[in-house]
């Protein structure tokens, strides 16, 4: 039997069209406000001719409230975004997008959001909020969280939400710092989270690459010691996935493992491992923090990872990692359908 969405797309492909484009600006300015017509119109990439006559309407409709200094959501626009999600995931099919990744990558659950990181910032946002709904569920029964570094994760911790006290969580870093800018480090998104979830942390003092000797002295540190036996005994893993050459960049790795990591055709990273197309280990940085290993079936891992360019390096890391669940959105999920 047809479902009402599929019904209303034979009889109103129009009215869903509209539907779609008024739900898509408003997530626009939710994330933006306030934000002014032009600089909403660049974002959505329509015509500032056809963008007023839509923001008048939601005006109108007490979804939208225009101001001098810009455009803001009202409470009403916030709770129609909201009851929305769900309508719009069938009316762009992505829970049949859902079915297909969780079937054909083999995870545990799937959850996409619309739209493509690499095309809109937002989306971030929005992976960082699935993230979080997705989380809360496994809070009842697990209570301590490693996080790792990177843009993706730090969209995550500015979407954490307040946590009841008898859940609250305790989060850790799966790992050194990156040697990147200090908020984007897994130290810093770590404290990030506990704050906004109103929970507890521990941090990891350590450079992310070490010599071996400066490893095997740093890993005997009772400070570190200590921090590192509650890192591997988290109950919940949250994690990105990165491009390989780019994170090889980010890491300031020499011009040999550059030229390894191109030679090898790497295309992911995650956890300090390089991975090509098929999932081999191609490289490894020495890292004080969770190793491969230590994602055991009895965790709840969660990949978050975006955007359309990502889909070869989400694809390659998947063959190997262990079963989990992947936050991803409509760009990457598109790719890889075509790719797997």
């Known amino acids: 039997m047809e479902t009402f969405i599929d019904v209303q797309r034979k009889l109103l492909p129009d009215l869903l069209d509209v539907m779609q484009n008024r739900y898509r600006i408003l997530q626009n300015v939710r994330h933006l406000q306030p934000v002014g017509r032009r600089s909403l119109a660049a974002n959505i990439q329509q015509t500032e001719r056809v963008l007023r006559a839509e923001v008048e309407f939601l005006n109108q409709q007490g979804l939208l409230k225009i101001a001098p200094q810009g455009m803001t959501l009202t ?160 109950e919940i893993v949250i994690h990105g996935i990165g491009e390989a050459e780019t994170m090889a960049v980010r890491r300031k790795s020499s011009q040999e493992i550059l030229e390894k990591i191109q030679t090898s055709d790497a295309v992911a990273e995650a956890f300090g491992y390089y991975f090509n197309q098929d999932g081999n280990i191609v490289h490894k940085v020495r890292t004080v923090g969770l190793q491969l290993d230590d994602l055991t079936d009895d965790k709840s891992i969660i990949a978050v990872a975006g955007g359309s360019s990502k889909a070869n390096a989400i694809a390659a890391y998947m063959k190997r990692g262990p079963r989990q669940i992947l936050i991803t959105d409509e760009g990457a999920a598109k790719s890889l359908v075509q790719k797997t």
Not at 91 to 105: I, N, P
Not at 125 to 152: D, F, H, N, W, Y
């Open 75 to 234: 409470d009403e626009g916030n709770h129609v975004l909201l009851e929305l999600e769900e309508v719009m995931k069938q009316v762009s099919g992505l829970h049949v997008l859902e079915h297909q990744l969780r079937e054909k990558l083999k995870l545990v659950d799937v959850i996409i959001v619309p739209g493509d990181s690499d095309r809109d910032s937002w989306v971030q946002k929005e992976m960082g909020k699935a993230c979080i709904s997705r989380l809360m569920p496994l809070l009842k029964s697990q209570k301590a969280i490693a996080v790792t570094g990177g843009t993706t994760m730090a969209a995550v911790a500015e979407m954490m939400t307040p946590i009841t006290k008898k859940n609250q969580p305790l989060f850790v870093p799966a790992r050194g710092g990156l040697g990147e800018n200090v908020e984007n480090q897994a130290n810093t998104i770590c404290s990030t989270m506990a704050r906004k979830a109103s929970g507890e942390y521990r941090l990891l003092h350590v450079p992310d690459q070490l010599s071996e000797e400066s490893y095997q002295m740093m890993v005997e540190e009772p400070g570190v010691k200590e921090v590192l036996d509650v890192i591997r005994s988290t």
